[in-house]
């Protein structure tokens, strides 16, 4: 079995809801158990600003799915979500990200491993650490070390999930 983070973000019909039942879908994913997940946060958007701010979180799943059969399942999930992109780092209806797959680094046309924004994201850092206080990035090193980078950037943890 393999450990995988997965990061999920939504600011279009109904973001809190969004997550939460993507949540319960990776909880169902073949394969896979669902093992944690964070608390919800809000973020204001990292694209064009003219959006509503984000719900993420991250959840940890144990999986004997192949990175690329995982990836494959997420934009299942988020199909079934009925996934709406309609601009480059604009608003969704739901995006599920492969964050971290044990510590593997992969690169593909498909998939990059770790997701090159990881270290970048007080939304991704937060709710990762939350669950995995002493993950390590591989390739990058303790994920913590990054956060203090990331002091600008406005993220809010949610009380009532």
């Known amino acids: 079995m393999a450990t995988a983070y997965i990061g999920l973000g939504s600011n279009l019909a109904h973001p809190r809801q969004q997550v939460k039942d993507a949540l319960a879908d990776l909880g169902?994913?073949?394969n896979s158990a669902l093992l944690a997940a964070s608390s919800l946060y809000c973020s204001p958007p990292m694209g064009p600003a003219d959006q509503?701010?984000?719900i993420n979180a991250v959840a940890r799943i144990a999986t004997t799915l192949l990175p690329l059969q995982l990836l494959e399942a997420l934009q299942g999930i988020e199909q079934a979500h009925h996934r709406m992109r309609k601009r480059h780092w604009g608003e969704r209806t739901l995006d599920l990200d492969l964050l971290l797959y044990d510590d593997l680094r992969m690169l593909t046309p498909q998939l990059q491993i770790p997701h090159p924004?990881?270290?970048h994201?007080?939304?991704v850092l937060l709710p990762l650490l939350e669950?995995?206080?002493g993950i390590v990035v591989p390739g990058k090193g303790p994920a913590q070390e990054y956060l203090s980078n990331l002091e600008d950037?406005?993220?809010v943890k949610l009380?009532?999930?």
């Open 131 to 133: 669950i995995a206080p």
């Open 52 to 54: 509503p701010d984000y």
């Open 121 to 123: 994201r007080a939304f």
């Open 159 to 161: 009380e009532n999930h």
């Open 28 to 30: 169902l994913l073949e």
């Open 153 to 155: 950037q406005e993220i």
């Open 117 to 119: 924004g990881i270290t």
